[in-house]
């Protein structure tokens, strides 16, 4: 099972810490309270997945939590997300209506799950990395390609955080929309399956004069073929939405930086300095 990033072009390629089960720790004063208030504001689960058994399940499912990399909410002292326990996720399932789901499968899907969201994690600590410190030192980074070496490892750009999520699987992007039309029209050239699955991250950049900014981030779920081994391939088109001037230049500055990095010979002089 792997993951790979899209190019830019196409697919395919609170001062108060939470409590620790993750819930919200606000609790809605209303007795009869809205079905929006029974959501965890960071990331629009219910507030609390339970970990008991579910009636008439057949099996038993571990109730143990995954840590990953990804630093929560905007204070150091916030720690990381933690993905669900297999357990949660199969009753989360059951909440949405998904009743027919094997429940001997459900550690698998927690894997995938979980494997997902560090892929996309990482492409946006790439993207962070590369714009986190202003359009002008970003420059310098994009022009020497998608694939090129970091331009100042002495000077890195702050960690980003995630402060919230959520999955919008009925709401297709516009760039997904438009590669769903080529890939009819085209389709030697596009793939016209939709993404099976779309998520909208929003996320703490740290600017070089202190302050901070929130970016949000669009990320959609595109299913391969499998490799000859059966294994599953998985790709992620991750970028910044298009909330802002700022954010469009940073997406056309990367798939820009790209282009003329390979136009005028960049690969060839790369692996010619590498030859040497």
């Known amino acids: 099972m792997h993951a790979t990033s899209s190019p830019a072009a196409k697919p395919p390629v609170k001062t108060t810490p939470p409590p ?3 819930s919200c720790p606000y609790t809605a004063p209303d007795s009869h309270p809205s079905s929006l208030s029974k959501l965890n504001p960071l990331n629009y689960m219910p507030h609390s997945i339970p970990q008991s058994r579910a009636p008439d399940q057949p099996i038993d499912l571990p109730t143990s939590r ?3 990399s990804i630093p929560k909410g905007a204070a150091p002292d916030e720690g990381n997300w933690e993905y669900p326990s297999p357990q949660q996720m199969y ?3 059951l909440r949405k209506g998904f009743t027919d789901t094997p429940t001997d499968a459900v550690e698998s899907m927690v894997e995938v799950h979980n494997f997902l969201n560090e892929g996309a994690w990482n492409e946006i600590v790439d993207w962070e990395r590369r714009f986190g410190r202003g359009l002008s030192a970003a420059w310098q980074e994009c022009s020497r390609g998608d694939d090129g070496p970091p331009n100042d ?3 890195p750009s702050p960690t ?3 402060l919230r999520f959520m999955g919008r699987p ?3 992007t516009p760039k997904a929309t438009i590669l769903q039309l080529l890939g009819w029209v085209y389709p030697s050239r596009f793939n016209s399956e939709p993404p099976f699955d779309r998520h909208d991250w929003f996320v703490q950049r740290q600017l070089p004069n202190g302050t901070q900014r929130e ?3 669009v990320i959609d779920y595109y299913s391969g073929p499998p490799e000859p081994t059966g294994e599953p391939v998985f790709y992620l088109d991750v970028r910044p939405a298009v909330d802002s001037p700022s954010a469009a230049v940073e997406r056309v500055m990367r798939w820009g930086g790209d282009v003329w990095w390979r136009a005028s010979g960049g690969v060839v002089r790369e692996e010619g300095d590498r030859g040497s």
């Open 66 to 68: 995954s840590m990953s």
């Open 91 to 93: 009753n989360a399932m």
């Open 215 to 217: 970016i949000r981030y």
């Open 153 to 155: 490892t002495n000077n």
């Open 170 to 172: 009925k709401d297709m």
């Open 20 to 22: 620790s089960d993750g």
């Open 160 to 162: 980003p955080r995630l």
